[in-house]
């Protein structure tokens, strides 16, 4: 496999801000495992209890402080303005415990398995999400980022015949976003993956691979499909449905107690911020107008490790949500990397290896339109083991 030279780029290819780097990067481009961990300095790896608690210290007190400032908000109609900026602020500071109990689900968090358990189930089940449900299907997410058929989420729909399977649809796809146009088709797009993306993936395996089917992260039975649950996980699956439920009850309890303004303000409503935020994370991280998918000879777990992309959120968010989207490339290659050691293991991994790592200067709201605006289906190229975004 040779690379691709810039002046045999594909030419029907939205540039981004990667300006079409990632095309060319061939399978000779990554480095092994071996290279990788040898330029890496040696306390990136250690994991630190105290540490890791000292974060988890650190959201909770922001948190505690927003929560504070929100029992004094009147709730009347002509504070509606600042409940919106309160729901958007309170969201997104929690958005650091999502972050830490994800740290949790990879083993990074504490090398005291049961600490480390115990954290992660009580933080997402707060958040009400099911803990060993999504271990599972983000284990798998991680294994095979950006494959065309085993991906986990955002796995996009391809254009043309299926003879191999592939998650089909693109040609109506793209019928739909030329008869809607780009401004409404963005529009759509946007609302549907931030306001109930989060939601669907958990209960259909929204944007999930064909080879999953329709799972549910709460059911790992029939109706739905079994093939995310194998082994003991189904019953770990039942075991999550506990602590969400539990957080239910109490949250019913809250309800009946304050009624739902108050819930929905305080709570619901930060929620589903939380949610928006974690969609953003999952979507820009992993698709971009120029990024290839992958499948057969030219997909390796450390390949589509690098096609994973860190983007700038500037400091008050990577300090609010302990880097994760601007430390997104090293999480991927090496995830039991606790995230106060992932900005000096990106240096490493930018510097050692510039020409597969990947880094989107375009500003958020930018990157976020274009991808919902064009990232629309791929089509096959190379032999049908890679596929490229359409474009328009």
Known sequence: MTI????????????????????DISMEDIPTMREIKNILPDRCVDINTFTSLSYLLQSLLIQILVVAIGFYIPQTKAMFPVWILYIFISGTTAMGF???????GHGAFSNNR????????ILHSFLLVPYFSWQRSHAIHHRFTNHITDGETH?????????????????????????????????IQLLIHLVIGWPAYLLAGATGGPRYGVSNHFWPV????????????????????????????????LLNRFGFTSIFLMYIGPLLVVNCWLVIYTWLHHTDTDVPHLGGSEFSFIRGAFLSIDRPYGRIIDFLHHHIGSTHVIHHIAPTIPHYHAKEATLAIKKAFPKVYLYNPTPIYKALWNVAANCIAVKADKDNERYLWYKL
């Open 114 to 121: 049961r600490l480390e358990t115990i954290v992660g189930y």
């Open 4 to 23: 691709i030279p810039r002046s045999d780029m594909p030419k029907d290819v939205r540039f981004s801000g990667l300006k079409g780097k990632a095309l």
């Open 222 to 253: 029939k109706p739905f499909s079994e093939k995310l649950w194998p082994s003991i996980w189904a019953k770990k699956v039942w075991i999550s449905d506990f602590g969400v439920g539990i957080a239910i009850i109490c949250l019913l309890s």
């Open 98 to 104: 999502w972050v830490l109990a994800h740290e949790c």
């Open 155 to 187: 796995v996009p729909l391809v254009m043309g015949d299926n003879p191999r399977g592939e998650k089909v649809g693109g040609d109506k796809e793209l019928a739909l976003s030329r008869t809607l146009g780009k401004t409404q088709y963005g529009i």
